[in-house]
């Protein structure tokens, strides 16, 4: 049964950092596309990092040099760090897993985790 639970999510003040995990059970993220995907009240949810089962990582333009995408495969473990956040950042993160890589996010999403909360303050 595949599952993804999410977790470090919470409120932070504008300038901080915050570091979501999404635990994996099920199946192994390092043979496919891990991605986080966010959304915001009343918006669309969007595409914020990817990474492919050969390495390579897509950022979305929003949120380039702020946040990295990493795992550890032997913790079957996917992690968001999120530097300098921003209010707007402010959303529920979701893991996912896909079959490819685009810009920022994973396409042919089959799954998804519950999500974790961010809130950044001013």
């Known amino acids: 049964q595949v599952q993804m639970v999410e977790s470090g999510g919470g409120s932070v003040q504008s300038g901080g950092s915050l570091r979501l995990s999404c635990l994996a059970s099920?199946?192994?993220?390092?043979?496919?596309?891990m991605g986080w995907f966010r959304q915001a009240p009343g918006k669309e949810r969007e595409g914020v990092a990817a990474?492919?089962?050969?390495?390579?990582?897509s950022y979305g333009d929003s949120v380039k040099g702020r946040f990295t995408i990493s795992q550890d495969n032997a913790k079957n473990t996917l992690y968001l760090q999120m530097n300098s956040l921003k209010p707007e950042d402010t959303a529920m993160y979701y893991c996912?897993?896909?079959?490819?890589?685009?810009?920022?996010?994973?396409?042919?999403?089959?799954?998804w985790g519950q999500g974790t909360l961010v809130t950044v303050s001013s």
């Open positions: 990474i492919d089962s050969d390495g390579s990582t």
């Open positions: 099920g199946f192994s993220i390092s043979s496919y596309c």
């Open positions: 996912a897993t896909g079959y490819g890589l685009g810009p920022g996010l994973c396409t042919a999403v089959d799954a």
